[in-house]
């Protein structure tokens, strides 16, 4: 079935350390990553985003990598600021008559000053 | 660039009563999505429009869930009659075209009692 999980559920990091979060994905076919951040009562706002054609990307602190064998990818936070709390959302397309996004559960990021 | 617009913020109904929430999608989005975000998960897809035209509807509750998008542009989705699991954050997103890239709105949060 279409299934995105997502690993841990909560982490909490001290200023200045870097923060990892996993993902798994069930279908072989999924082609897109994006990473979602959603502040309290906010809105989820697109981060950053991977193709299956590459391994890595990335923007200023955050990198994403992609691991297709294994069917996971990862999103890394390098010196976290108390500004980076919030709950991260990874998603992957999936295929089943038309091309759709599978959240993952979330994790909620605490950045401690 | 305006984003996705949406109202309204609140509503508080009881249960078997009806309740309609509005989008209108980044300018020139030909995808709009409609999904359900329980509190502590990710959100679930419930529509996805390609112009006025539904995509994928697998997972809308069609028994008491609808939704439309006229002309192709903004679009409504209907509840009714609601039932107390219907409480969570009602999500429109849009992007240009397909996956890539979807923009969230602020969200609609139902509180059905």
Redesign the interface.
């Given at each position: 079935g279409e299934n995105v999980e997502q690993h841990p559920s909560t982490l909490s990091v001290q200023e200045g350390d870097s923060a990892v979060i996993k993902c798994t994905y069930s279908d072989s076919a999924s082609n897109y990553f994006p990473w979602y951040k959603q502040e309290l009562g906010k809105r989820p706002q697109l981060i950053i985003d991977i193709r299956s054609n590459v391994g890595e990307k990335k923007d200023q602190r955050i990198a994403v990598t992609l691991n297709k064998t294994a069917k996971h990818f990862s999103l890394h936070i390098t010196e976290t600021q108390p500004e980076d709390s919030a709950v991260y959302f990874c998603a992957a397309s999936m295929q089943g008559g038309s091309e759709k996004l599978v959240f993952g559960k979330g994790m909620k990021l605490t950045v401690n000053p | 660039e305006a984003?996705?617009a949406q109202s309204p913020r609140y509503k508080i109904i009881e249960k078997r009563q009806s309740v309609a929430f509005w989008c209108n999608p980044i300018s020139g989005h030909a995808t709009l999505y409609w999904y359900q975000q329980i509190l502590?998960?990710?959100?679930?897809?419930l529509i996805?429009f390609q112009n006025n035209g539904v995509?994928?509807d697998?997972q809308l509750p069609k028994d008491r869930f609808s939704a439309e998008r006229l002309k192709g542009v903004d679009s409504t989705l209907k509840i009714q009659p609601a039932k107390l699991e219907d409480s969570a954050v009602y999500?429109c997103a849009s992007s240009l075209e397909?996956?890539?890239?979807?923009?969230?709105?602020?969200?609609t949060r139902l509180t059905v009692v």
């Open positions: - | 984003g996705v502590g998960q990710g959100p679930k897809l996805q995509v994928d697998s999500l397909g996956i890539i890239r979807a923009f969230f709105g602020q969200g």
